[in-house]
């Protein structure tokens, strides 16, 4: 009864709290800039359709052409066009940022949460987690990426669990200090069991310093496949991921300096808006909250 | 303060050795057959079954699993399956590269990314701050590898300034062409570090100058650069230091893509050359030398951190 | 009194906050003669603290207008003198302690290097001799052990004697005048009358002017000869300590010392001010206090009231009180 009515009164609170942020959020000039960006990218990927070009059909009559009005970033060394796989290129990207990013907030906050409530469980928890953290993510990735092969869900699981221990331990960070409110005692001495404790009250509580972490994620993400396709650890060519547009185009870069040039600025434009994003919502969210990576 | 590098330690075991089996069973996932892979496309079935036998790869995973951590007790990281050398040979030839490569560009992070954290927050809101967060959005934001194709083709194809790739030890040349082998990639490898050290320095910083603290050094009548290098800075320090690790750990982790880039002959090439050529006792080697490194490397980040923070250092 | 150590005329001061500009310190003078101990006192965002800052010009200037009016010390305008000269005044001339004696040292210096620091500063002495003279502070203001926690880290000290190093470090150089921004109110109360104790003791030994800035009437009877009391940005009334507590004159002044506890008397309730202090940024016709002020008239929430001479060294800011009390004693 007394923790019904905290409750009541509670999502009250959370409701006008939740009204406050989006106005801050809608204020805020980083954030609508990142948002605006990813939009923008979100609607031209969605939109590589329309082009009415197959990415992979090769011309080669066509190979080599700068940018023009009708390829706008010019074409390939076996003639396809760039614009198009570009196009194709941020679906695959955003898609595998935003797989990497919920992967790795489910099962950072799953391991969080668990660590936190469980005290048995943290010490081994925290310790693998350790271990995953004792080589660079990227090369644990790498690893990673080759061992499972060449497939796009083995670059998604591979960056996933390279993210998972830093979202964890943030998580965990935050459900810790929730454990010791009060109103926690006080769901606890009125039988709440740790399934509730868990899902109501120390996920919901972590969910702003997991949101912005799983924003920063998503950036890394891009830019860390990005790198993997570069190295060969990528979706197999001849997927049009940006990372192996720029690999396939750098012996022509002299020469044809067009065809690794597009891609790049894709992924420095995609990395850029998560990044503006995840400020915006850091300020807003969890002001004290450090850049973590 | 040597009691707690002891249990500093003694927490690294566990970690290192759920790290070893994790980079045992990771390398045993690796598809293709290294046997296969030795042999060549050519070889009879008996002759792959023979050089399986060699290698002990029929044998039960926990049988081989066990062995090598026999031989990793006795310090035998294992022989490369394609290099004909022991991986700790492999290692040691190329890790001045990866070191040379490493430190050069920290000697490029630590005082440019420090430096604008600082100058951004002491002139916070102005043009100079605005320009300061925009270079280091952009370095988190540039993709390394894309950077340094960009950048050889400007610096090295069209201006001629520096070598495109290749590496010149300090041994062979002294220090002017070893530094010109290494500050190209040196400095784009420290585009990302310097972003990330801006924005870390520059929130603490933030946060330092509005303790009260300051204010008290400025009412005892000490000028402004007094207040920010002396007052001011040491405890800015404090948080910094803190990612100090995680900043050495993405300086590694983007040196294997770099090296890639710019044909250095160090431990990223190494590793993905092992991954490539299925050299899984190589992978192995090099993987778990990388979580020992980062073992010494974060007790070494909290004995600086003693050091900056005198509450720690008394407990 | 005699020419003033420091006189304030007009500051006013004003900040930039999220709903636009508003007037924290609105048209303040105050005077303080050498040796002597005035008092401000009101509730928090009185402005009272702001003023004190801006007599050592340490407000914040990032959300600050420079400060207006003039602040008068050894012929100089403060509000005006060039930054360099100001640096020599601060912490030799004029010194300040604030009220959070937990934040306001430095956790990654020593004890000896805080005190020491105005020392080398102001006086050009070396780091040698900058420590032997911190002991002697460290004993100036009751530090037991000084020799040994002069090295010490400030994470090692009680809330308290953190005071008395902020103390030490004030009067290292031996100021004409010190400014105490609530001293006390972050202590213990036991040890809240040993600081008050030592600034006593130490402003008559050193012979310094003191401005004490409290919310604490209690600390005011135990320290003020003079009082300036506060309100909303604004004086509303000066006295000397014993004439206030005596006979107040304005209304909110009542209302501050009926809130006080009095020991021998058993209350159920305390009384208190009703209502609270208003928006700063909220524009309030005529008296600022009249929307809380027991004995309102129409006139005050339709005129600026001025402050008025009330006797002998006092004004006040209410024309009605002020009225009726020239009244009496004509009669």
């Known amino acids: 009864m007394a923790e019904a009515t905290i409750l009541a009164s509670g999502e009250a609170i959370a409701a006008r709290r939740r009204f406050r942020v989006l106005r801050k959020l809608l204020h805020h000039r980083s954030f609508m800039a990142g948002f605006i960006i990813v939009a923008v990218m979100v609607i031209a990927a969605l939109c590589a359709p329309l082009t009415g070009v197959d990415p992979n059909q090769m011309r080669v009559r066509l190979r080599f052409r700068p940018p023009s009005e009708v390829n706008w970033f010019g074409t390939d060394q076996f003639g396809r066009d760039l614009f198009t796989r570009t196009l194709y290129g941020a679906q695959l990207s955003l898609w595998i940022g935003l797989a990497v990013a919920v992967l790795s907030g489910v099962v950072g906050a799953a391991i969080g949460v668990l660590s936190a409530q469980f005290r048995r469980l943290d010490s081994l928890l925290m310790r693998i987690m350790d271990a995953l953290m004792a080589a660079p993510a990227i090369l644990l990735a790498i690893g990673l990426g080759a061992a499972l092969g060449p497939q796009t869900h083995s670059v998604i699981i591979a960056l996933a669990v390279a993210y998972i221990p830093r979202t964890a331990r943030i998580v965990r960070a935050s459900a810790l200090v929730t454990r010791e409110l009060e109103f926690i005692e006080a769901a606890r001495v009125s039988g709440a069991s740790s399934m509730r404790i868990m899902f109501k009250h120390l996920l919901p509580n972590a969910s702003g310093p997991l949101l912005v972490q799983s924003t920063f994620v998503f950036a890394f993400a891009i830019l860390a496949e990005a790198a993997l396709s570069f190295i060969g650890i990528g979706p197999p060519p001849p997927a049009p991921s940006w990372g192996n547009i720029i690999a396939e185009g750098r012996q022509f870069a002299v020469q044809s300096w067009w065809i690794m040039l597009f891609p790049g600025f894709a992924i420095s434009l995609a990395a850029l808006g998560m990044n503006l994003l995840g400020d915006g919502l850091r300020d807003v969210l969890d002001p004290r909250l450090k850049v973590e990576s | ?315 | 009194m005699a020419v003033p150590l420091l006189e304030v005329d007009d500051l006013t001061v004003r900040f930039r906050t999220d709903a636009g500009w508003m007037t924290a310190v609105d048209r303040v003078s105050l005077a303080v003669g050498e040796g002597e101990a005035l008092g401000i006192v009101g509730e928090s965002g009185s402005g009272k603290s702001v003023t004190a800052l801006s007599i050592l010009r340490l407000h914040a200037a990032a959300t600050t207008r420079m400060p207006t009016g003039k602040i008068h010390y050894g012929g100089k305008d403060l509000l005006t003198l060039p930054t360099r000269e100001m640096r020599q005044i601060r912490g030799g001339e004029i010194a300040m302690i604030f009220q959070d004696p937990m934040s306001s040292l430095n956790p990654v210096l020593t004890i000896a290097d805080q005190i020491g620091e105005s020392l080398r500063l102001h006086q050009g002495v070396d780091q040698a001799t900058a420590r032997k003279r911190a002991i002697e502070l460290l004993d100036l203001v009751r530090i037991p052990d000084a020799a040994r926690r002069v090295d010490e880290y400030p994470h090692r000290l009680s809330g308290g004697m953190r005071q008395r190093v902020m103390i030490a470090i004030a009067i290292a150089c031996r100021p004409k005048l010190l400014i105490a921004d609530e001293p006390t109110t972050a202590l213990d109360v036991t040890i809240q009358a040993q600081i008050l104790d030592l600034l006593r003791d130490l402003q008559r030994e050193l012979g310094m002017s003191v401005i004490l800035i409290t919310h604490d009437m209690g600390v005011i009877a135990e320290f003020a000869r003079r009082v300036m009391v506060m309100y909303a940005g604004r004086v509303v009334e000066t006295a000397p300590v014993g004439q206030m507590f005596r006979r107040p004159v304005h209304p909110y002044t009542e209302g501050l010392l009926t809130a006080i506890p009095k020991l021998d008397v058993d209350v159920r309730r305390l009384p208190t001010i009703a209502g609270s202090i208003p928006d700063p940024t909220a524009v309030i016709p005529g008296c600022r206090y009249s929307p809380r002020c027991p004995q309102v008239q129409e006139s005050c929430r339709r005129d600026s009231p001025a402050l008025l001479p009330a006797g002998p060294e006092r004004e006040a800011r209410c024309p009605p009180r002020v009225a009726a009390m020239a009244k009496e004693t004509v009669a």
Not at chain 2, 88 to 96: C, F, H, Y
Not at chain 2, 172 to 199: D, T
Not at chain 2, 260 to 288: C, E, K, S, W
Request: charged fraction near 10%; charge should be neutral.
């Open chain 2, 1 to 315: 303060m040597f009691r707690g590098i002891m249990m500093r330690l003694s927490q690294a075991v566990p970690v290192l050795l759920i790290f070893s089996v994790m980079v045992f069973m990771l390398m045993h996932l690796l598809p293709g057959d290294p046997a296969l892979a030795i042999a060549g496309p050519d070889a009879s079935p008996e002759a792959v079954q023979k050089i399986r036998e060699q290698l002990g790869l029929d044998r039960p995973l926990i049988v081989q699993l066990l062995e090598w951590f026999s031989h990793l007790a006795v310090g035998n990281f294992g022989e490369s399956l394609t290099l004909k050398q022991s991986v700790i040979s492999a290692v040691g030839e190329r890790l001045p590269v990866t070191l040379s490569l490493s430190f050069v560009s920290l000697v490029v992070t630590l005082p440019i990314g420090i430096g604008l954290g600082v100058v951004a927050a002491y002139w916070r809101n102005s043009w100079i701050d605005a320009w300061v967060m925009v270079l280091a959005l952009l370095g988190v934001s540039l993709p390394g590898f894309w950077v340094g194709i960009l950048s050889v083709l400007y610096f090295s194809v069209q201006l001629g300034w520096f070598p495109p790739s290749g590496y010149v030890p300090l041994t062979e040349g002294g220090v002017g062409p070893w530094l010109a082998s290494l500050i190209q990639p040196a400095v784009v490898l420290a585009l990302f570090q310097i972003g990330f050290l801006a924005r870390i320095t520059r929130s603490a910083m933030l946060d330092v100058l509005d303790q009260d603290f300051i204010r008290t050094a400025r009412a005892k009548g000490v000028d402004e650069w007094t207040t920010i290098s002396k007052h001011a800075f040491r405890n800015t320090l404090i948080p910094v230091v803190t990612v100090l690790g995680i900043t050495l750990s993405l300086l590694v982790g983007g040196s294997v893509v770099i090296e890639q880039v710019f044909a250095l002959p160090g431990i990223g090439r190494l590793i993905v050359q092992g991954i490539l050529n299925r050299d899984y006792p190589l992978v192995q080697g090099t993987m778990l030398l990388f979580g020992f490194a980062f073992v010494v490397i974060n007790i070494l980040v909290d004995i600086i951190y003693t050091i900056v923070d005198p509450r720690v250092r008394y407990g």
